[in-house]
């Protein structure tokens, strides 16, 4: 039996044999009833409409291929770095191919974590003791991984526990009140509260805690929650930098490489191990805020003790391969421009939710757009399918390729389309950056709704909602981060249904997912046909189907909140409200100058020339919301608007580098405060600026020099690589072990500026 799963034998199976041929033969009939539509119509030798394109790529719709593909893929777990998972990268790399797709694999080597062995037992005042369970009922033989955070330390701790509840700032304050001393003690926490599980170990570690056990307080109380606790994304060897084979390899004993990991250690626990801790903890009592949000029993009391802890965790990092799989749809018109469309591939245990319910959504994708490619279609713009690994250990695949290829998709990316947890349960729940408003919500009226008979997605999403509801894409959650929050390219970000109980653990099955998640797959279909239909606008519309002004409406609203928010100190934000009158500004005459453009069906070098520059303008515009020096302390992250704020708890999800400052100006002066919260509404204002500019048709530069600039030293020999002379004169005062660093450092800097050059004289993506 692959699968541990409770048990589904009075289940129906979703579809009989029977059922299966029957929809073969209409699948068979449909497609040759098609074929001979369509041979009707090549009859005519002009070229067909995109809307032609549009209505075949809908209504070639099917669940059952979904199903399928979701089936292959979830036969077994396929953790990052391990051989189902390669079996995986085959498996889609030939469904591309079968397809007569382009088709390519990038791999990597970069520093994966896996767990060797853990244990946590009880001692009880009167002498007993007992070892918890850590794993998952049946998981003895199947292949899924132990229950562990990758990157955690490893080490023994002994100690008294003690209940955290989220591990936020607010619960230390409270648990400080009730004179509760956490130092030296094992945390427990449950899982939620905003805060990231390194967040939560970071926190615990800086008040003295020992080591963190986390659990999830779920209607599934025998799964435990896998995850992640290293800080930021992509490989930790190769912090900003592709981490090609061959490439700079940071040491592990790099400081850089060990702030991206937790100095205490850390474990997931069901929520029945939890309860058995809990239900034995004295001390004070448990705050009655608390108690009243929790499924799982306790004794009311938070501790420490009297209970003794032992927890040990041992595990290790090691170099692993990991591969990107590739199709690639050439662009007709303009095979520079690409549009972009991307899941991950490797999950915690057999992710049917998390995420090959996208993965299938892919495949169907291309089995669609190779339908449309047979009768005919050749897209204007280039296509690019992207199939991601290690995106559970931290955005690893997805990010190592846009660190490779910045200069590339920055200088020609119009917009990436994620699709991550497809479908986990009903209601449609998208992320997009604003450009994209009016475009998505066209999308649904076109795309039936998979939960009620006759309605559009539209009709039930708005309804659900009371009206249009789109989220941004704040949190580092999955593998738009490196394209938007790095690159600034317009991102999307897609999912049906949301919080699933079964996130991480060995239940996200197929058999979940035919049971709970979408039996019919009707859900899988609405994704699929949204996510479809979003890229070939974009790939097809001769004027790109973006929209600023919701843009600028959305500036002006986190302007609102912010008012009110410093109402009463001497900060002032006209800077942004400036700035933001000149974005609306610049998008209301975009949006007049494309309804002309759209308007003018002449084909003449000069309206194409013409429709391509106002293109170029609409694609650059959030490339200016990034700034170079990036977020203070987080450099990677250089998007303005959009992303991580150091503080989870922080109420602003919105100006990061802003929320930020605001967070820290808790403890400090006023002066100080006022000028670092100034300072940064000034960059965001120049970042907004930058973005109007860019709509504009004001070109910005997005290059940094490594070949000629300015020696720090002017009596240095070298007057070329200025980086690589100062790093030479530096090392006079160094001993011999670290000027060599610092000089290969430089060295490599310069190589892959070199290299950067050449891939864009090429105009190549790897
Ligand atoms: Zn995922």
Redesign the pocket.
Known sequence: MPQPYYNVSNKMLFISKQTWSFLFILFILAFFTTLLHYSHHTNTPAHKSSHFYLDSFLSSATNYTLATYLRHLTLHPHLAGTLPSLHTALYVKSHFQSLNLQTHVTNYTVLLSYPLFSSVTLHFPNGSVLSLTLSEPGLSSTGVVKPYHAYSPSGSVYGKPVFLNYGREMDYIALGVHGVKVKGCVGIVRRGGRLSRNEVVEKAAARGVTAVLMFTDSEFAGGVERGTVMSGVGDPLSPGWGGVENGEKLRLDDPIVMQKFPSIHSLPISMISAETILKSLEGAEMPYEWRKSMRCSTSGRVGPGPIMLNFTYEGERKMATVQNVFAVIRGSEEPDRFVLLGN?RD?WTYGAV??NSGTAALLDIARRYALLIRLGWNPRRTIILCSWDA??FGMIGSTEWVEQNLLTLGSKSVAYLNV??AVQGPGFFPSTTPQFDDLLTEITKKVNDPDSEGMTLYERWTAANRGIRIQRLTAVD?DFAPFLHHAGVPSVDLYYGKDFPVYHTAFDSYNWMVNFGDPFFQRHVAVTGVWGLLALRLAEDPILPFNYLPYAAELQDYNRILTDLLEGSNISLHPITAATQQLAAAAKQTLEEAKKLKEDEATDEHTVLKRRILNDQLMFAERGFLDEEGLQGRPWFKHMVYGPRNDGESELDFFPGLANAISRSSGLKSGEHNAETQHEIWRIARAIQRAAHTLKGIVLSVLRMQVYGPRNDGENELDFFPGLANAISRSSGLKSGEHNASIQHEIWRIARAIQRAAHALKCELT
Do not use: I, Q, W
């Open positions: 991950h999950a998390d995420p995106e559970e991550d947890c999955s």
